[in-house]
């Protein structure tokens, strides 16, 4: 809050390392290994001969690009919706984004057979944005404006609503069942054929939107009326941070499908490592989100050979024990 | 026309109208305590003083400026408001939420200025909180906590500071504690206090000037003297009490009858 702390300086230092390692592990670890030297030849003297560097190139660099992207947007919109909700289990699923989407997609099978990726990723943001703009409609329409509780209903709602017509669809065609059940788990396989270059951009904005509107979303976590005294416009500021949580969680899910489970334990370790202040967790959980699923998606790269476990598999597989462990260490969610 | 003033206020959620007709001036520089029983517009009002809720008729002046008419921020910077049940952040330490006061002076990507540490240092210096200031707010005592607050609302920097029920759930010695500071800052810093209490006796204590509601209009004001009257505490609270001067400082002191 009194702008950096050093100690929170050197926290994401060390998380930006942390993260430059797991890059590179992403960009050698896979069915045909790379040594470190391999790999930093073909990124910068490109040999198009060689298939090691062809591999590197037009594989591993769209995907750790895409699991940057979407970890680093994932992160940061579970800190704008724990924020905004004052709901420590809030995610970025509950605005409805992921069930927008993933009703997009199956309706793209459904109607057109749409199965190929990149077509796939282009039905998920539209879906997905207009999702949460109908949340945001439902939640806040009428006298009293956008509260936390109606928000986390209408999303509730929306996203039950969806689901059930997804089910539906699933059901009568099985064509649909297929592209969704792959679809729907997650993964950065495909990144090569996904929007890559417009997404970063989107989540670039949303991420820009949501440093801005820090400060006030500090004062929103006092309360309603606590904020309003200390100048916020809190009308605003919800309306700023659902726009925020809708690029960050479209381009996270048109490029990686929905990821589970990240949006919600980035925030709760970067509030352990930098305390409450929605800037500095904003900036951890925009390095913790990244470290995570690059890290699952290498070890879902080498879990299994000579197949790969999808990166939203991977993610709950392993972040989930390792969440419990360090909540259990460090008392997350604890009164301090 | 300087200080808050309150011009025939209406006041309501949706049709209901809780406060009807309410002229008010507070005097600027001196601390005044709004008494009356629950339930009868206290916190509508002070929301109303605060900008938080637009009246239904009426106006509320800030130095004669309706303060609808002036920009959030610019508000913020002259009036701040302590509403009842503040949230403090999971894991917050006592100075970080005290900066958090400093957001209506704070740019949009502004650091931490000179002013505002300048700002921190000295509410928390007021509050007896410097040596607290790492410490999670959590780990603190409800006395020390409602100080926090306060120290929150002096960062603000701003000449008028509403409190609601500063006091209520803190023991005897607490509430003492958190009035006297109140009433420290107000002659040490000139700062104009206006907050709600319960406690009749304290509050002709420490303020200057007393506000008596009840159901939603004003039934008395004035010093305590002229205020605590067994016929206006019958009005008010319908409570029939004995008024004697406090042995220790003269002012009024109630004794239910
Ligand atoms: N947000 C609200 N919506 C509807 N009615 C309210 C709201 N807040 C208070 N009221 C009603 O307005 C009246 C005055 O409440 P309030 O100003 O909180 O009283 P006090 O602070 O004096 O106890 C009460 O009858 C209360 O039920
Ligand atoms: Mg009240």
């Known amino acids: 809050m009194t702008g950096l702390h050093a100690r929170t ?252 489970f990240l949006g919600l334990m980035a925030p709760h370790l970067a509030r352990a490592l930098v305390g409450p202040g929605v800037r500095p967790m904003l900036l951890a959980a925009g390095l913790i989100g990244p470290l995570v699923l690059l890290l699952a998606d290498v070890a879902g790269r080498v879990a299994l050979p000579p197949g790969e476990v999808r990166v939203g598999v991977m993610t709950a597989l392993l972040g989930g024990p390792v969440f419990i462990l360090v909540a259990r260490r460090m008392r997350l969610g604890a009164p301090a | 026309m300087t200080g808050l003033r309150a011009e025939n206020l209406t006041l309501a959620y949706d049709r209901r109208i809780v406060v009807e007709g309410l002229t008010l001036a507070l005097p600027a520089g001196r601390v005044t305590a709004i008494l009356g029983p629950n339930g009868c517009g206290k916190s509508t009002l002070l929301k109303a003083l605060a900008r938080l809720i637009r009246p239904q008729a009426g106006r509320v002046t800030l130095d004669g400026e309706d303060i609808h008419a002036l920009p959030t921020r610019a508000v913020a910077r002259r009036l701040g408001l302590l509403p009842q049940a503040p949230i403090a952040p999971e894991g917050i330490t006592v100075g970080d939420l005290v900066a958090r006061g400093r957001a209506p002076w704070r740019g949009l990507l502004a650091g931490w200025s000179a002013a505002d540490e300048a700002a921190r240092a000295a509410a928390l210096a007021a509050t007896g909180l410097t040596d607290l200031a790492a410490r999670p707010v959590a780990d603190l005592s409800g006395g020390q906590r409602q100080r926090v607050w306060i120290a929150l609302a002096l960062a603000q920097q701003t000449e008028h500071l509403l409190l609601d029920e500063p006091t209520t759930w803190l023991d005897l010695p607490h509430q003492i504690e958190v009035l006297a500071l109140l009433r420290r800052l107000n002659r040490e810093q000139g700062r104009s206090i206006v907050t709600v209490l319960h406690d009749l006796s304290l509050a002709a204590r420490f303020a200057d000037h007393l506000v008596l509601m009840a159901a939603g209009r004003v039934l008395a004001e004035g010093t305590p003297e002229e205020v605590l009257t067994p016929g206006a505490l019958e009005d008010a609270f319908g409570l029939r009490a004995l008024v004697i001067a406090d042995p220790v400082t003269g002012t009024p002191l109630v004794v239910p009858a």
């Open chain 1, 9 to 260: 300086a050197l926290t994401l230092a060390a998380l930006a390392a942390a993260l430059a390692g797991a890059a590179l592990l992403a960009l050698m670890v896979g069915t045909r290994p790379l040594a470190p030297a391999q790999a930093w030849a073909a990124l910068v003297q490109p040999d198009a001969a060689d298939p090691a560097h062809v591999v590197l190139r037009q594989l591993r660099l769209p995907r750790l690009a895409a699991g940057l992207v979407a970890g680093a947007a994932l992160g940061m919109a579970g800190v704008l919706m724990q924020a905004v909700t004052r709901n420590p289990l809030a995610e970025p699923g509950l605005l409805g984004v992921n069930a927008g989407a993933s009703f997009a997609v199956v309706l793209g099978a459904f109607l057109f057979g749409v199965n190929d990726s990149a077509a796939l990723s282009a039905l998920a943001f539209p879906g997905a944005a207009l999702a949460a703009a109908a949340v945001f409609v439902l939640g806040g329409a009428g006298r009293g404006g956008a509260g936390p509780v109606r928000l986390t209903l209408a999303g509730a709602a929306l996203t039950a609503l969806l689901m059930s017509l997804v089910g539906a669809l699933v059901l009568v065609r099985t064509e649909a069942l297929e592209v969704w059940r792959f679809w729907v788990v997650g993964s950065l396989a495909d990144a090569g054929s996904r929007p890559l270059a417009m997404m970063a951009m989107v989540a670039l904005a949303g991420g820009l939107l949501a440093l801005a509107l820090g400060a006030a979303l500090d004062a929103l976590a006092l309360g309603e009326e606590a904020a309003r005294s200390l100048g916020a416009r809190t009308g605003w500021v919800r309306a700023g941070t659902l726009a925020a949580v809708t690029a960050l969680c479209g381009a996270a899910v048109s490029l990686a499908g929905p990821v589970a």
